[in-house]
C-alpha cells in the first residue's frame, strides 16, 4: 500500500458518504492525476471504491465528472490498511538509533 493510496483512502474516508470527483481527489490529497486514476482504477477493481459519471445534460458547459464514494467494503479495509500503514510508520521510526551528532545509524 503506498502512502499515495494511503492519502486517497484517508480523504475518502474523511466523509464516507460523500461523492468525490477526481480534480477534487487531486485538490485535496496533492495527488497529481497521473496518479490518483490507476489508484482509484485499482481501488475500485477491488471493491473498496465505486464510481457514476454525471448526466451530461444537467451540466452544461463543462465535461460530466465521474464521481467516486468509498463502499462499505472499503470502510473496513481502508481503515484496516490505514492503521497498518500507521503501525510500520511507527515501527521505522522506532527502529532508529542515534547516531553520531545525533544522526541515524
Do not use: F
Not at 28 to 56: C, F, K, Q
Not at 69 to 75: A, F, H, K, N, S
Amino acid at each position: 500500500m503506498t502512502p499515495q493510496t494511503i492519502s486517497v483512502l484517508r480523504e475518502l474516508l474523511n466523509d464516507p458518504l460523500a461523492e468525490h470527483y477526481g480534480l477534487g481527489l487531486c485538490k485535496a490529497t496533492g495527488i497529481a492525476g497521473g496518479t490518483l486514476y490507476p489508484i482509484l482504477i485499482r481501488l475500485e477493481e477491488y471493491g473498496w471504491v465505486e464510481s457514476r459519471w454525471d448526466d451530461p445534460a444537467a451540466h452544461q458547459g463543462r465535461p460530466p465528472r465521474r464521481h467516486y464514494r468509498i463502499t462499505e467494503d472499503g470502510l473496513e479495509s481502508g481503515r484496516e490498511a490505514i492503521a497498518r500503514a500507521g503501525e510500520k510508520r511507527r515501527r521505522a521510526a522506532g527502529s532508529r538509533r542515534p547516531g553520531i551528532a545525533g544522526g541515524t545509524a
